[in-house]
């Protein structure tokens, strides 16, 4: 079964930095970033497709995902971090589907995620 495989994420201060990493054996039409802290529903952080990289206000400016197409992978570069950003980081992938009036990613495989702990 080919399953996405995350590594990175762990601890960091606020203010610092953490890279996270995925392999999506399928290099599926979108592949990206949720996030779900404790007690919270789970939210959009990032997520790349041939429409560009969509990033949710909270991490604009601070996050970069990089899509390597030929590895299969996706890196998101997390920088300026915060307290508020720890929680479970999520590698999603799924396919790009018509809405009917534009483009968008059905999410359809998760990773078992990588926890983010940022200190204040």
């Known amino acids: 079964q080919e399953q996405l495989m995350e590594s990175g994420g762990g601890s960091a201060q606020t203010g610092g930095s953490l890279t996270l990493s995925c392999v999506d054996p399928r290099n599926s039409d979108c592949l990206g970033w949720f996030r779900q802290a404790s007690g919270m529903e789970r939210e959009a952080v990032a997520y790349n497709s041939i429409d560009g990289t969509t990033y949710t206000d909270p991490v604009k400016g601070r996050f970069t995902l990089v899509r390597d197409i030929p590895k299969k992978a996706a890196y998101l570069q997390m920088n300026s971090l915060k307290p508020e950003d720890s929680a479970m980081y999520l590698c999603?992938?799924?396919?790009?589907?018509?809405?009917?009036?534009?483009?968008?990613?059905?999410?359809?495989?998760w990773g078992q995620g990588t926890q983010v702990s940022v200190s204040s």
């Open positions: 999603v992938s799924g396919h790009r589907k018509w809405g009917g009036w534009a483009y968008f990613c059905s999410w359809e495989h």
